[in-house]
């Protein structure tokens, strides 16, 4: 079970493992599929990636990884703009993200024909995790309705234990509800909803 203390505060440990979402200039202001204030994140997921460093813990970070031509672009009927092409600038990590040299990269949606979601789907991240013997899940980044979102309902599947870095991650709001929702959703799922300063060593 999570070390919980009665504030609240949940203690990283032996068997957990940070997971950051799609954090890539394309979804940043500035970028072609930006999420609002998805910039915010930044600050609060280096505190986390702080914590998992001095413990010397498993940090990884997914990615979407497209092809020009892309099936989820509007050009090929998608519903996006063109965003994250392999090797763009778009592509690429936050620059402004402390991740360590050692971090695990997770890339998705690089075949032209298949859109995914989830740092699970069609990756070995749920492979490397149960290899590094992690249980517990700390997950943030974006967008909190859509990646972030199937990855969390996916780990639930999976049997992690997740929580979710609720100032961590921001959601796209297609629609005006869409955030709340998926907050909810991933609940209802088992995930809890923590903040970064929630965290303790």
Same mark, same amino acid.
């Given at each position: 079970m999570a070390d =919980?203390?009665?504030h609240h505060e949940v203690r990283v440990q032996e068997g957990d493992s #940070?997971? +950051?979402? !799609? #954090? %890539?200039? !394309?979804?940043l202001p500035g970028g072609n599929?930006?999420? *609002? /204030?998805?910039? /915010? =994140? +930044?600050e609060p997921l280096n505190r986390a990636i702080f914590h998992f460093k001095e413990k010397d813990l498993p940090i990884f970070a997914s990615r979407d990884w497209h092809p020009a031509g892309h099936i989820s672009f509007e050009a090929q009927g998608g519903p996006w703009p063109p965003h994250? =092409? /392999?090797n763009s600038k778009g592509a690429s990590l936050a620059s402004e993200l402390d991740l360590p040299c050692q971090a695990g990269i997770v890339?998705? &949606?690089?075949? *032209?024909? $298949? !859109? %995914?979601?989830? @740092?699970?789907? &069609?990756?070995?991240?749920?492979?490397?995790?149960?290899?590094?013997?992690? $249980?517990r899940l700390m997950v943030g980044?974006? @967008? /909190?309705d859509i990646c972030v979102r199937q990855t969390v309902?996916? @780990?639930?599947?999976? &049997?992690?234990? =997740?929580y979710l870095l609720e100032d961590g991650t921001r959601p796209v709001n297609q629609e005006s509800e869409d955030g709340e929702q998926s907050l909810a959703e991933m609940e209802e799922a088992g995930a809890r909803l923590i903040e970064t300063g929630q965290l303790i060593m």
């Amino acid at each position: 079970m999570a070390d =919980v203390t009665e504030h609240h505060e949940v203690r990283v440990q032996e068997g957990d493992s #940070l997971i +950051i979402i !799609d #954090l %890539q200039n !394309d979804f940043l202001p500035g970028g072609n599929l930006p999420v *609002p /204030q998805g910039d /915010q =994140v +930044i600050e609060p997921l280096n505190r986390a990636i702080f914590h998992f460093k001095e413990k010397d813990l498993p940090i990884f970070a997914s990615r979407d990884w497209h092809p020009a031509g892309h099936i989820s672009f509007e050009a090929q009927g998608g519903p996006w703009p063109p965003h994250c =092409v /392999q090797n763009s600038k778009g592509a690429s990590l936050a620059s402004e993200l402390d991740l360590p040299c050692q971090a695990g990269i997770v890339s998705k &949606g690089s075949s *032209p024909d $298949t !859109d %995914q979601y989830s @740092a699970f789907d &069609g990756t070995d991240l749920d492979f490397q995790l149960k290899n590094l013997r992690v $249980t517990r899940l700390m997950v943030g980044g974006l @967008a /909190q309705d859509i990646c972030v979102r199937q990855t969390v309902l996916d @780990a639930r599947r999976l &049997g992690y234990e =997740v929580y979710l870095l609720e100032d961590g991650t921001r959601p796209v709001n297609q629609e005006s509800e869409d955030g709340e929702q998926s907050l909810a959703e991933m609940e209802e799922a088992g995930a809890r909803l923590i903040e970064t300063g929630q965290l303790i060593m």
